[in-house]
């Protein structure tokens, strides 16, 4: 899935990406709208994670959607 699908079905993803990501609260979800680099911002901070990291995570994510 490409990210202007991901924007577009945010809603309905949101429960995957907390799957995903169980250390992202539900703010931090709401706050990425489906946003890749506010997501993977969001998981570079709460992760600990380099950006280069954080990005490819969030990338391989949207490609298993």
Known sequence: ????????KWTELQG????QWGQLTDD???EARGDR?????KVRQ????????????????AARL
């Open 46 to 61: 709460r992760y600990g994670k380099s950006k280069e990291e954080a990005e490819r995570e969030v990338d391989e994510w």
């Open 16 to 19: 995957q990406a907390r799957q």
């Open 28 to 30: 931090d979800i709401a």
């Open 37 to 41: 680099e506010e997501l993977a911002g």
């Open 1 to 8: 899935m490409n990210w202007d699908q991901v924007k577009g």
